[in-house]
Each structure stands twice: as structure tokens, then as C-alpha cells.
């Protein structure tokens, strides 16, 4: 599976994005939404099961991010409210091919994306 993120930018504090990430294909893939800002780990922001009927959230984001797909369009987002200087990351998005539970640990994943900065200004 191969997977390509964008939809990141510049914004100020408040402002919003949305984030897409287009797979070859999904094959009813739990998708996930990670970043990793300069100096730290790589940290789960977001996930939605094959059915688009549930999705986590990390407690940082929950309330401002909202994770969707589009089954017919192999396509996910993430839209990004509420943008504060501590969202600025580079965001990623990655594939479960288990499709078993939205796994929050990065090693669950099996197929990553190369990634979009985000970088929010305050």
C-alpha cells in the first residue's frame, strides 16, 4: 500500500486545516494519523476503523480534530480546528492491514505515508 499525505501549511494559532491522505488502496485498513515534532517521538493524533463508525482520538486533539474517509476515493482526512503552536508537527498517515482495533502505538501500523509539516504560528 503506498500512501500520500498532504494538505499541510502555515497557519496561525486558531486558524484551521484539513489533512488528506490518498492510499493505492484500502482493503478495509484501519487508518491512522500521527506526528512527530523536531526532538520528539512519533505520537498518535487520530484513527478510524474500515467502516468510518469510529475513531479515536488522542486527549490532546479530541474536541478540535476530526478524523473521516472516503471508501469510494481510498482517501482520509483530518480536519484540524483550533490550531495551536504545540500542533506544529509533521503529521502522518498510516495503515493497519489487521483492521482489527484502532491500534494507538505506531508499531501497529504496517504501511506509512511520507508525511506533511504542519507548522502553526502564534
Known amino acids: 500500500v503506498q500512501l500520500q499525505a498532504s494538505g499541510g501549511g502555515l497557519v496561525q494559532a486558531g486558524g484551521s486545516l484539513t489533512l488528506s491522505c490518498v492510499a493505492s488502496?484500502?482493503?478495509?485498513?484501519?487508518m491512522g494519523w500521527f506526528r512527530q515534532a523536531p526532538g520528539k517521538v512519533r505520537e498518535f493524533v487520530a484513527g478510524?476503523?474500515?467502516?468510518?463508525?469510529?475513531?479515536y482520538y488522542d486527549v490532546s486533539v479530541k474536541g478540535r480534530f476530526t478524523m473521516s474517509r472516503d471508501n469510494a476515493m481510498n482517501t482520509v482526512y483530518l480536519q484540524m480546528n483550533s490550531l495551536k503552536p504545540e500542533d506544529t508537527a509533521v503529521y502522518y498517515c498510516?495503515?493497519?492491514?489487521?483492521?482489527?482495533?484502532?491500534?494507538?502505538?505506531?508499531?501497529?501500523?504496517?504501511?506509512w505515508g511520507k508525511g506533511t509539516l504542519v507548522t502553526v504560528s502564534s
Open positions: 498510516a495503515a493497519d492491514e489487521s483492521g482489527r482495533y484502532i491500534y494507538t502505538a505506531s508499531s501497529e501500523y504496517d504501511y
Open positions: 488502496h484500502f482493503n478495509r485498513y484501519v
Open positions: 478510524i476503523d474500515w467502516t468510518g463508525g469510529s475513531t
